[in-house]
């Protein structure tokens, strides 16, 4: 499976005339000899715009693939079966009649397979994807290609079937969902879209250091969600693009939404 997820991610997708990325490298150029396990899941960065708190969130296109997908071998070489023997590309206009040849259905069966662009719509992930996803008595599925060029118009690597690998087949729509927490105090706020995040952006910012409380009681908790009772001082503090809790002072990190 990561073997599978690391080849596409260095796949050379090639160099098409609207892809303008000569100046600064590709994807795929730029993902050579990376060592995809090593990544963290996610990384944020915020910034003190006069006072006013930026976040700047990216999820780890590698480590959000790998919790959500499996690889299924049969089913991929069956699509490249079908394809060759109607002298077909393998691209996404293949990969949707494919989906529609072995009747794959809607979300929960129901309708026909879609076909999904991250791009057009809120996306956290590193690198944009393209699926046809349907779904057939054996669950969900994809022909997934991953954006390896510069320019989101060209520059996608060959469809390769996965299956979505959640108990309701919905887990490849999580893209725009994460969670910005603090190892610290256990404090964290969620995003559904990739924008608001519990209020957690409408916290002024500051480059100055917060009169924070001096220790954290491990044994304060809440009853229901297991975060430490520390004061809100009111602020984030922003210190060479590391946000600080409003809590406690801890270093702020972001993972994926729970697959």
Known sequence: MTDKLAEMLTENTGRHFLDSGGAYGRHW????????????????EFCNRKGELDIDPTLSVY??????????????????????????????????????????????????????????????????????????????????????????????????????????????????????????CSKHWDTEDGCNWDSLEDYPATDERPDYPESVNPDQLTLFDDERNTPDVGVVWVDDDKGHCPHCGGVLSLAPWPS
């Open 29 to 44: 150029e730029r993902n050579q000899g990376t060592d995809f396990e090593s990544q963290s899941e996610g990384t944020v």
């Open 63 to 184: 480590h959000f693939l790998k919790g959500r997908l499996e690889y299924n071998p049969q089913l991929d070489e069956q699509y490249r079966e079908y394809a060759e023997s109607l002298d077909l590309y393998l691209d996404m206009s293949s990969a949707e009649d494919f989906a529609l040849s072995i009747d794959g259905k809607g979300l929960y069966g129901d309708g026909e397979p879609f076909t999904v662009n991250t791009y057009n719509g809120e996306d956290l992930l590193s690198q944009t994807l393209q699926y046809v996803y349907w779904t057939d008595e054996d669950g969900a599925h994809i022909l997934l290609q991953i954006h390896g060029g510069c320019d989101v118009r060209g520059g996608y690597t060959d469809p390769v079937v996965f299956d979505v690998d959640d108990y309701d087949g919905m887990a490849i729509f999580d893209n725009a969902r994460a969670v910005i927490y603090c190892d610290d």
